[in-house]
């Protein structure tokens, strides 16, 4: 699958490993595994609800999530941070 990322989503994830350099290989393990299965079990990939309908999140890290949407053969990512920035 192709991965594409917002704006917005690039910029939080550039501060987000600038303050947090370890999160870099979690990250690129992360990126390997949602390109070829966005529902790998490690990833705890779930459907959201409410205002986030239509939307997956799945952990980077305990507390470093993902957020983003599917189609055919694109993930789009459009957030990252902790568990609180998200939701």
Partial sequence: MTIEAKKSFLKRAK???KKNPNLKTSYINF???I????FDPSL???ALSSNFSGRYA??????????FTLTEDTIHLLN???HDEIY
């Fill in 15 to 17: 501060k987000l490993l």
């Fill in 31 to 33: 990126a390997r595994k």
């Fill in 35 to 38: 390109a070829l299965d966005p």
């Fill in 44 to 46: 705890k990939t779930h």
């Fill in 58 to 67: 799945c952990s980077v890290t305990h507390d470093i999530r993902i957020v």
């Fill in 80 to 82: 990252i941070g902790s």
